[in-house]
Structures are given as structure tokens and as C-alpha cells.
């Protein structure tokens, strides 16, 4: 099992930064990706970004390409999401997601083990 916490979120202005950090703990050995959802209140989970543990590849969701970035640490076992260009849009509760089995990265099927999310408020 894998468990993870996020950490990081907050309020900030339009055009703001803020850098998320996810901590895996547990049977760390045995992931295959991790990733970065977001979910706003009446709207459906969307894919923000993901990462290849092993291999490194790394995918973004088209509304945040550019603006944000993906990436990890494995002496720390942490996963990071560096957000820059905040815009109002962005405001959700950000999930981080792992799997230890090969699937669809931008899915949030594939993933096995979630944390209890962060919330990311910008204001306009």
C-alpha cells in the first residue's frame, strides 16, 4: 500500500505562485506513476499533470501547459507541482494520485491511492 499526503495549498492572487508537495510513504518501490488532479465544486475531476516514476515522462493537461510543472524527487520519495500564472480558473482541491500498474495517465481510473487533497484558492 501507498499512502500520500498533500501539502502547500492556499490563497493567492491572480498571477501568483505556489508550489505543491505530495509525500509518498509505504510500498514506495512498486509505483509506476503519479500524477496531479484538481476537482472545483459542480465540476467533474480534471487531469493536471503526471509523471513516469521510473523513467521520468511527463504529460500536462492542456489548460495548464506552460504555466505549471511536474516533478520529483526519489531520495525523498516527494512529488511536486510548481504552479506559476495563477489564474481564478485554477481554483480547486488539488489531489495527488498514484499507481503501480501500467494504464492511462491522464485517467483518474488508473490511479490506486489518493491523498486527501489541498485546497488552491486565487483570487482575481
Known amino acids: 500500500q501507498v499512502q500520500l499526503v498533500e501539502s502547500g495549498g492556499g490563497l493567492v492572487q491572480a498571477g501568483g505562485s505556489l508550489r505543491l508537495s505530495c509525500a509518498a510513504s509505504?510500498?514506495?518501490?512498486?509505483?509506476?506513476?503519479m500524477a496531479w488532479f484538481r476537482q472545483a465544486p459542480g465540476k467533474e475531476r480534471e487531469f493536471v499533470a503526471a509523471l513516469t516514476w521510473r523513467s521520468g515522462l511527463i504529460y500536462y493537461g492542456d489548460s495548464v501547459k506552460g504555466r505549471f510543472t511536474i516533478s520529483k524527487d526519489n531520495a525523498k520519495n516527494m512529488v511536486y507541482l510548481q504552479m506559476n500564472s495563477l489564474k481564478p480558473e485554477d481554483t480547486a482541491i488539488y489531489s495527488c494520485?498514484?499507481?503501480?500498474?501500467?494504464?492511462?495517465?491522464?485517467?483518474?481510473?488508473?490511479?490506486?491511492?489518493w491523498g486527501q487533497g489541498t485546497q488552491v484558492t486565487v483570487s482575481s
Open positions: 509505504g510500498r514506495t518501490f512498486s509505483t509506476y506513476a
Open positions: 494520485a498514484a499507481n503501480d500498474k501500467i494504464g492511462l495517465l491522464y485517467d483518474s481510473r488508473a490511479y490506486d491511492y
